[in-house]
């Protein structure tokens, strides 16, 4: 962490309230971000009214932007996660450049956003732990094929034990630390996963 960001940490961390946290609000996430990555990344984060989406900086905005669902504290984890495994060229897309099949996928199109979705839910489980809050894998599928629910799981299970034993992505591994000092958690170990997410 370079001093400006030190700095900055640091009074939003005094701003915040403590009290607030306990509540998982919405827009503490989005000043620890915000004060985390906002200058070194030029990317903030963002509550939308709508479906979550990562638009790049443009002429009119000129800060790349992650969007997440309605305000809702889990989708802001999870599109933080998403960015924190995007590579430099795909966050310079519009959503990274990767599809998206809404609700009601066949059994094949499911198979392929679970692939890709690993990843970003492990680290998704492991900012939750890191703020204290519950998690749960999601399968996003509702009206599509029947879904393996404990496979998934499982899956995401098996990659976040492989993130704490091997190292997280640098920019979730940052962000991981960033939570555990606002919501005074401690350091993430295998144990924390060792149950099902709840």
Same mark, same amino acid.
């Given at each position: ?66 969007? &997440? ?9 999870? #599109?933080? %996660?998403?960015? !924190?495994? @995007? +590579? /430099?060229?795909? $966050? ?20 392929? &956003? ?9 680290? #998704?489980? %492991?900012?939750? !732990?890191? @703020? +204290? /809050?519950?998690? $749960? ?43 555990? $000092? ?17």
């Amino acid at each position: 962490m370079n001093e400006y960001l030190t700095e900055t940490s640091e009074q939003t961390f005094s701003t915040l309230s403590l009290a607030q946290s306990n509540v998982h609000n919405y827009q503490d996430l989005i000043d620890l971000f915000n004060a985390t990555f906002s200058k070194t990344e030029n990317t903030v984060l963002v509550k939308g009214a709508h479906e979550p989406i990562y638009i790049p900086a443009s002429v009119k905005h000129q800060s790349h932007r992650i969007v &997440f669902a309605h305000g809702y504290f889990a989708s802001a984890l999870h #599109e933080i %996660a998403h960015w !924190c495994i @995007a +590579g /430099k060229k795909r $966050r310079l897309l519009e959503d990274y450049g990767y599809w998206y099949n809404p609700d009601g996928r066949d059994a094949i199109q499911q198979a392929e &956003f679970e692939k890709v979705e690993v990843k970003p839910q492990a680290i #998704e489980w %492991a900012f939750s !732990c890191a @703020a +204290g /809050k519950s998690f $749960r894998v999601s399968t996003d599928n509702l009206n599509g094929a029947p879904v393996n629910v404990q496979g998934f799981q499982e899956a995401v299970k098996l990659q976040v034990m492989q993130y704490v034993e091997y190292g997280f992505p640098p920019r979730a591994a940052e962000f991981i630390k960033v939570l555990q $000092r606002f919501y005074q958690t401690r350091e993430l170990d295998l144990g924390a996963f060792a149950d099902e997410s709840k």
